[in-house]
């Protein structure tokens, strides 16, 4: 089963930028659309940005605008680039394979913090 790695978080300040990356073990193009998550304090996790085999991408409304979402099939890694941080932002931040089956099992995720 492939298995997912994230890595890039950090501690920043509002307004700043961050790039977070996932590392596929295996090849990312069989699992189809990709995405990422990210898990608040307290809060469920929740898919803030997808992007398909084919290049489209899909945004939610808290990151429209301030977030891209990328994937490079040759190192098999799907990066979110993420601009305009607020401290709302603050989770911790997974990636996988929302429609594929079986879904991969979830990596250790990568923490965000914004400091305002």
């Known amino acids: 089963q492939v298995q997912l790695a994230e890595s890039g978080g950090g501690l920043v300040h509002v307004g700043e930028s961050l790039t977070l990356s996932c590392t596929a073990s295996g090849n990312i193009e069989r699992l189809g659309t990709m995405g990422w998550y990210r898990q608040a304090p307290g809060k469920q996790r929740s898919l803030v940005a997808t992007?398909?085999?084919?290049?489209?991408?899909n945004y939610g409304d808290s990151v429209k605008g301030r977030f891209t979402i990328f994937r490079d099939k040759d190192k098999n890694m799907v990066s979110l680039q993420m601009n305009s941080l607020k401290a709302e932002d603050t989770a911790v931040y997974f990636c996988n394979a929302p429609y594929a089956d079986p879904r991969p099992k979830w990596g250790q995720g990568t923490q965000v913090t914004v400091s305002s």
């Open positions: 992007i398909s085999r084919g290049g489209s991408t």
